[in-house]
T-cell receptor, first 111, second 117 residues
Framework: SQQGEEDPQALSIQEGENATMNCSYK?????LQWYRQNSGRGLVHLIL?????REKHSGRLRVTLDTSKKSSSLLITASRAADTASYFC???????????FGPGTRLSVLP | DAMVIQNPRYQVTQFGKPVTLSCSQT?????MYWYQQKSSQAPKLLFH???????NEADTPDNFQSRRPNTSFCFLDIRSPGLGDAAMYLC????????????????FGNGTRLTVT
């Protein structure tokens, strides 16, 4: 049961630009998580945002959550070539504890 | 360091030959998950255990089974692997708070890459 849907599916930007990815979900959640995955590597947790939070920051990352619109966004500022990766949002499925990943956004940062 | 360990890292099995993948954790987390990830796709949740309670995703084939004999260990059994089951299998853990809502990030193992010949 797929809960989150990211857009765009693919994003290509120049180094130094900002990248914004969006995640929409269908049912109410307790928290939403963003992950990064470099090609051929494991998943790296970026940020967990709870339903009572509107915004969280971690270094160059900013995540917002709008529960009324059932959507979240991940902003990467001043992007670097090393940010090239797939980014996934994960939200709770129908059981509450089961975390389901969206299809992801493939970000390419060109030097 | 507390962690999630998956064995083996690489597993080759023959078409139709049962295979078991294992996962252990030292985090004492009450939820354990199995995900399947194919190339260029998102991780797909197969099932999860909340303590001893097993929860199957609706679209998980019957060919996939799981066991959690204790808090620390969880196994993925593929009864009759097909070529389409070749993938990376990821085990993850998390905690659930008092009211049954998750309250931690997912902690992933390094995965087992399954090849079916």
């Amino acid at each position: 049961s797929q809960q989150g849907e990211e857009d765009p599916q693919a994003l290509s930007i120049q180094e130094g630009e900002n990248a914004t990815m969006n995640c929409s979900y269908k049912t109410s959640i307790n928290n939403l998580q963003w992950y990064r995955q470099n090609s051929g590597r494991g998943l790296v947790h970026l940020i967990l945002i709870r339903s009572n939070e509107r915004e969280k920051h971690s270094g160059r990352l900013r995540v917002t959550l709008d529960t009324s619109k059932k959507s979240s966004s991940l902003l990467i500022t001043a992007s670097r070539a090393a940010d090239t990766a797939s980014y996934f949002c994960a939200t709770e499925g129908n059981y509450g504890q089961n975390f389901v990943f969206g299809p992801g956004t493939r970000l390419s940062v060109l030097p | 360091d507390a962690m999630v360990i998956q064995n083996p890292r690489y597993q080759v099995t023959q078409f139709g030959k049962p295979v078991t993948l294992s996962c252990s954790q030292t985090l004492n987390h009450n939820v354990m998950y199995w995900y399947q990830q194919k190339s260029s796709q998102a991780p797909k949740l197969l099932f999860h255990y909340y303590d001893k309670d097993f929860n199957n995703e609706a679209d998980t084939p019957d060919n996939f089974q799981s066991r959690r004999p204790n808090t620390s260990f969880c196994f993925l059994d593929i009864r009759s692997p097909g070529l389409g089951d070749a993938a990376m299998y990821l085990c993850a853990t998390s905690t659930v708070g008092r009211w049954g809502a998750p309250d931690s990030p997912l902690h992933f193992g390094n995965g087992t890459r399954l090849t079916v010949t």
